[in-house]
T-cell receptor
């Protein structure tokens, strides 16, 4: 069983839609939860991180962590074509080794 | 400020040959990481340097892979001899502190795309 499960998609939505991206995990020791965005042929770029459970909002992006369910989410409001990318969830325990999900490919159609 | 730079961006080599990938971290970043993504798989951790010392190399797949970071600046990752299953993209990343959420962000390079034929 993978430590982090993420549906690879692809997910296609119309411009302006609310996008919901999710990951589940099995290691209860994870404390830090990140979302990265990766454009084609580029490196991952950190979008948001959350420590422990709860919500965090940054502009059109909201990250949610539910440690009791081992489930994390990223919501994108008013999605734009420029949001089209691969979104990777990632997690860490107290250390520095980051465990990535497979990534979900998102297409936002104009 | 320059980001994490990697060289070469693309490399095609024959099975059995040697390839050396180079990474220049962001200036002043003590922490340097190597990750790789092989086809259809997740990005996976290979190793972590703090300055010139290997902090964790538990993700290195086998002894055909050798990473160095001379003087705590740039790093190289050598694959010798290369096998077909080594094909993928090798990402280097760097950060100032060690842990999140100390204000530390891990910055990734654009990757070195390796194809072994």
């Amino acid at each position: 069983q993978k430590e982090v499960e993420q549906d690879p998609g692809p997910l296609s939505v119309p411009e302006g839609a609310i996008v919901s991206l999710n990951c589940t995990y099995s290691n209860s020791a994870f404390q830090y939860f990140m979302w990265y965005r990766q454009y084609s042929r580029k490196g991952p770029e950190l979008l948001m991180y959350t420590y422990s459970s709860g919500n965090k909002e940054d502009g059109r992006f909201t990250a949610q962590v539910d440690k009791s369910s081992k489930y994390i989410s990223l919501f994108i409001r008013d999605s734009q074509p420029s949001d089209s990318a691969t979104y990777l969830c990632a997690m860490r325990t107290g250390g520095f080794k980051t465990i990535f999900g497979a990534g979900t490919r998102l297409f936002v159609k104009a | 400020e320059a980001g994490v730079t990697q060289f070469p961006s693309h490399s095609v080599i024959e099975k059995g040959q040697t390839v050396t990938l180079r990474c220049d971290p962001i200036s002043g970043h003590d922490n340097l990481y190597w990750y790789r993504r092989v086809m259809g798989k997740e990005i996976k951790f290979l190793l972590h340097f703090v300055k010139e010392s290997k902090q964790d190399e538990s993700g290195m797949p086998n002894n055909r892979f050798l990473a160095e970071r001379t003087g705590g600046t740039y790093s190289t990752l050598k694959v010798q001899p290369a096998e077909l299953e080594d094909s993928g993209v090798y990402f280097c990343a760097s950060s100032q502190g060690e842990t999140v959420p100390s204000g530390n962000t891990i910055y990734f390079g654009e990757g070195s795309w390796l194809t072994v034929v």
